[in-house]
Structure formats: C-alpha cells, structure tokens
C-alpha cells in the first residue's frame, strides 16, 4: 500500500511529478527511522521506491539492530576474511549465507527475515557406533543435505549417535534436531524414488534423544522413527543462552541401544539447532516429528 502511494507521486529516481509532497521529500534520517522498525526483506524492497529509500536502507543504524547481539564475534567465527569498514548490511549479507567452519563439518548462517542464528552438523561431524565397518554404514552422496552426503546404515544391534559443539550462540531459545529419514532415496529418469529394502527394527522401541549443555540444562525425550521416504526433524529438546559474551557447549545423542533386534534402512543427514520459534515453520510444511519428554 505505502509502494502504490510512493509511485503515484515520484518517479523512478524520487524525483516528484506533480507540486504535492511526496515520500520522496522526507529526509533520509527520517525515512532510516521508520523502516529500522520492518524486517530485512522488507527494507530491501522499499529500497526500490526512491533515491531517500535507498539510500535509508544502507544505515548502519538500521542493520545493527537487525545483527545478532554478538555479531563481532560471529564475524571472526565464521567468515575467513573481513575487509575494513565493511557496512552492517553487508555483514548482515555475509552472515545469512550459509557459511562453513570447523573442517566442512558445519554450516551456520542467518535466517533472512529475523536475523537468528541457525546452525547445522553433518553425519561426518558427529560420533557413530560402526561408522567405519561398511557392513554397518555408508556415506553415500546426494544433493538432499547441505553437505553433499549422508550416513546410510544397513543394519546393526547397536545404535549409538553423539554429537558435540562450542559456539558463541547469540541469547535466546534454541531448539535442536536431527534429520532423519527412513530408506534410500535416488532418481531414476528424473524422478525421487525412495528404497526402503533395509527398512526393520524402528517400530518396536522408541529412539531415545538426550541434550546437554555446558550450564547444567538438560533434556530428553523418545519417539518412534516412522514414514519412509520423507526427511523429519526429531525433536531433541531445548536450551536457552542469557550470556552472549561466553560459549556454549551442546552434546546431543541419539540411541537405540536394545539388542534383542536389529534395525537399519536410516538416513542420517545432521544435526540442527534453529531458535525455538522455527519449530512452528517445521510444523506448517510437515517436517517436524515431536518427541515426547521423559
């Protein structure tokens, strides 16, 4: 609405086609205060409108109240090289690429519309009970992760996932995940097919999930892994970051560890932690799998 009343008074360049004012008028500190209250994608488009909106959109004002509290420190984190005086838009811009750190075994990068930091950790960063007998595990290839690979186990009595990372988080609640799918996914002619022939043992107990921190919270929960063809998020559980200044350490595990069966036909993608309110989004597209607490 306030784009379509712009246009009809001010040209492309802001400049004004008829005596009456137009938003093209108001000072460029004005213009900077009123859209430091939108979100990024919207102050982007309304850099469109005019020399004053454009212009207003590279305050450095407006884009620090839009970075993480900590961001000085997520820039020396993650991103390898900085130059000077870089602009807080263009470090927002770097930080919501997905940037890769610690070997190649993690991504993290910024949510686009609310600047949160989500992170992920592939199956080669975490611990596998069997990971290196191919009678147990693969890694196979595919263009379904972020990392260009899975851990595919066959079958096994034992299984045991851990997981473990330092990171300066930036203060909120954060949610964690693992993503998992049950059978084999590949295209044939163009299209997804899923083979669940290794598919056994998931529906007789529950996998046991268990969060830890370096502050003391804890959680646990079990679910069933269920639905072969589809990536899920498996709820772990929570934790909450009050100090920005400190790293947190997170060790995450997933176990079904009755050996009166064998279980196998997994998917094993990563480990992911976004803030807590992203499970509502996991929900509405039908990614998200509740476990239920302990």
């Given at each position: 609405m306030g784009a379509s009343f712009s246009l009809s008074f001010t040209d492309q360049d802001g400049f004004s086609s008829s005596s009456s004012p137009s938003l093209g008028d108001l000072p460029e500190s004005c213009v900077a205060s009123i859209i430091g209250y939108l979100d990024p994608p919207q102050i982007c488009k309304l850099a469109k409108l005019n020399?004053?909106?454009?212009?207003?959109?590279?305050?450095?004002?407006?884009?620090?109240?839009?970075?993480?509290?900590?961001?000085?420190?997520?820039?020396?984190?993650?991103?390898?090289f900085v130059p000077e005086k870089l602009g807080k838009r263009d470090i927002y811009t770097r930080l919501c690429r997905v940037n890769t750190f610690d070997g190649g075994t993690k991504k993290i990068w910024l949510d686009k519309s609310t600047g949160g930091v989500c992170m992920s950790?592939?199956?080669?960063?975490?611990?596998?009970?069997?990971?290196?007998?191919?009678?147990?595990?693969?890694?196979?290839?595919?263009?379904?992760?972020?990392?260009?690979?899975?851990?595919?186990?066959?079958?096994?009595?034992?299984?045991?996932?851990?997981?473990?990372?330092?990171?300066?988080?930036?203060?909120?609640?954060?949610?964690?995940?693992?993503?998992?799918?049950?059978?084999?996914?590949?295209?044939?002619?163009?299209?997804?097919?899923?083979?669940?022939?290794?598919?056994?043992?998931?529906?007789?107990?529950?996998?046991?999930?268990?969060?830890?921190?370096?502050?003391?919270?804890?959680?646990?929960?079990?679910?069933?892994?269920?639905?072969?063809?589809?990536w899920f998020h498996y709820h772990v559980g929570d934790?909450?970051?009050?100090?920005?200044?400190?790293?947190?350490?997170?060790?995450?595990?997933?176990?079904?560890?009755?050996?009166?069966?064998?279980?196998?036909?997994?998917?094993?993608?990563?480990?992911v932690i976004y803030p807590s309110k992203f499970r509502e989004r996991l929900k509405q597209r039908g990614y998200l799998k509740c476990a239920e607490p302990m």
């Open positions: 020399r004053a909106f454009r212009a207003a959109s590279w305050a450095d004002f407006v884009w620090e109240s839009k970075l993480p509290q900590n961001y000085e420190t997520l820039v020396g984190e993650v991103l390898s950790i592939s199956s080669k960063g975490l611990q596998i009970t069997g990971i290196d007998d191919r009678r147990y595990w693969n890694h196979i290839p595919t263009e379904e992760s972020r990392f260009g690979s899975i851990a595919y186990l066959q079958q096994i009595w034992w299984f045991e996932v851990d997981g473990e990372v330092e990171f300066p988080f930036p203060p909120g609640t954060y949610s964690v995940f693992f993503r998992l799918q049950l059978g084999r996914a590949a295209r044939r002619f163009g299209r997804r097919i899923c083979n669940s022939e290794h598919v056994h043992g998931w529906d007789i107990k529950p996998v046991r999930f268990q969060l830890w921190t370096s502050d003391g919270q804890y959680a646990t929960s079990q679910c069933t892994v269920s639905d072969p063809g589809e934790f909450n970051v009050e100090n920005s200044n400190s790293l947190t350490r997170i060790k995450i595990s997933m176990t079904q560890i009755d050996c009166t069966h064998t279980k196998g036909g997994l998917c094993l993608d990563s480990v």
